[in-house]
């Protein structure tokens, strides 16, 4: 059971919008930032946004993070199917003093 | 550019310890810290603890602190991470990931560590 929770799964079309979203509690996404990273089949993870909604050097502006109180969204527009992958949430817990992670989400693209 | 390259595969019994290294180049290894990651087959991502390039200093997950133990070598930029009493729950793919801090995003990744505990 993860502390994060995300959706299992997600699915889309090519050029459509999905969002995905992370829910947590004051102890972790609710007081500190939140980090999104995607993982491609058979490769490690790669950050994909960090500080809530910030980009790493690369990354294309397709994709977009938000954050309010204790939940977090990850926002994909445009989908192309290289986008098709698992996408995880990941912050700071102060109550546990570790790193936590969602459970994951598998995008597809129709 | 900047690289984390990891340790081959390993196989190990049940009750065995294993020791993965992670080295580091392509920056300057005292000023970020490295985090340690599994994934079992199939499932989501394990924070497993963070050891500082700098002093050394270790902060472990709690379900992990008394098997595990994460040093590093500034001499030759090298993290290691290393797990004891394994059993069979602990096969998994394991990452090194860079790191600002403890608490900060997971910025370059090791191309993992397959580590199978099987009798």
């Known amino acids: 059971q993860s502390v994060l929770t995300q959706p299992p799964s997600a699915s889309g079309t090519p050029g459509q919008r999905v969002t995905i979203s992370c829910s947590g509690s004051?102890?972790?996404?609710?007081?500190?930032?939140v980090y999104w990273y995607q993982q491609l089949p058979g490769t490690a993870p790669k950050l994909l946004i960090y500080s809530n909604n910030q980009r790493p050097s690369g990354v294309p502006d397709r994709f977009s993070g938000s954050k309010s109180g204790p939940s977090a969204s990850l926002a994909i527009s445009g989908l192309r199917s290289e986008d098709e992958a698992d996408y995880f949430c990941?912050?700071?817990?102060?109550?546990?003093?570790?790193?936590?992670f969602g459970g994951g989400t598998k995008l597809t693209v129709l | 550019q900047v690289q984390l390259v990891q340790s081959g595969a390993e196989v190990k019994k049940p009750g065995a310890s294993v020791k993965v290294s992670c080295k580091a180049s392509?920056?300057?290894?005292?000023?970020?810290?490295i985090s340690w990651v599994r994934q079992a087959p199939g499932q989501g991502l394990e924070w497993m603890g963070w050891v500082g390039g700098y002093n050394g200093n270790t902060d472990y997950a709690q379900n992990l602190q008394d098997r595990v133990t994460m040093t590093t070598d500034t001499s030759t930029s090298t993290a290691y991470m290393e797990l004891r009493s394994l059993r069979s729950d602990d096969t998994a793919v394991y990452y090194c990931a860079r790191s600002r801090g403890m608490s900060y995003g997971l910025d370059v990744w090791g191309q993992g560590t397959t580590v199978t505990v099987s009798s």
């Open positions: 392509g920056y300057t290894f005292i000023s970020y810290g």
């Open positions: 004051s102890s972790n996404i609710g007081t500190n930032y």
């Open positions: 990941s912050g700071w817990d102060d109550s546990l003093s570790g790193v936590v």
